[in-house]
């Protein structure tokens, strides 16, 4: 974001939302791989993890 904001061209806002597209498709994996652990015990760290992996997408 600091390039975009920074260098306010087309080539920084196509980087930037490249580097954008890259991280929610990060956090789409994350979430898909965070379902396998529904139900599960778990210490109270880890599922607020969880659950703040799961707000980020909301």
């Known amino acids: 974001q600091w390039l975009s904001s920074t260098y306010i061209n087309g080539d920084s ?20 791989q965070s379902k396998q ?5 778990m210490s109270a760290d880890s599922a607020r993890a969880l659950q703040l992996l799961k707000l980020m997408s909301a």
């Open 13 to 32: 806002q196509l980087l930037a939302a490249k580097a954008n597209e890259r991280s929610l498709a990060q956090l789409d994996r994350w979430i898909e």
């Open 37 to 41: 652990y529904a139900g599960t015990p």
